[in-house]
């Protein structure tokens, strides 16, 4: 290298992890692809944030859902600032919390998944089983006497 000349900088270290990042290697990102073509992608709970699945159990008003999450705990979730426009919960919507580490009874809501993506995750098996409501049921055969 010539004097005077200064090395060049390091490339920075990616924020979701890898090789040269810190963090886990799991991916935060689902690939949809439908017909074999990809449809687009789809966040999961960052587990290392402490992220989890839920499902909006009751409506309480002011941005406020009561939330039953994959750990078996019922809390009251906050869709937060920036979202409270942008975001339209309903019962039964499949979301992405991070509790709140002070609180053991609130969370705040990140990510609501549309009923579309929800059945998606369920047939993939992404979704544990204390919230995968939205897996394909079969109809039971009703065996009828004849």
């Not at 060049?8 to 949809?32: K, L």
């Not at 692809?33 to 309480?60: C, H, K, T, W, Y």
């Not at 999450?69 to 979301?95: A, F, H, N, P, Y």
């Not at 995968?132 to 006497?145: I, K, R």
């Amino acid at each position: 290298m010539p004097e005077g000349s200064t090395p060049p900088p390091d490339p920075p270290a990616s924020p979701a992890g890898g090789p040269e990042g810190p963090g886990p290697a799991a991916p935060t990102t689902v690939e949809v692809v439908e017909g074999g073509e990809e449809v687009g992608r789809l966040p999961l709970p960052r587990r290392d944030r402490g992220e989890i699945f839920g499902v909006a159990s009751q409506l309480m008003g002011a941005a406020r859902i009561r939330v039953m999450c994959e750990d078996g705990v019922s809390r009251m979730g906050r869709i937060t600032g920036k979202m409270k426009k942008k975001m339209w919960v309903r019962e039964g919507d499949l979301l992405i919390l991070r509790p709140w580490g002070f609180q053991e009874g609130k969370c705040d809501i990140l990510f609501r998944y549309s009923r579309t993506q929800a059945t998606y995750l369920a047939r993939r098996d992404l979704l544990p089983a204390s919230v995968n409501m939205f897996g394909e049921a079969e109809a039971p055969q009703d065996s009828s006497p004849s």
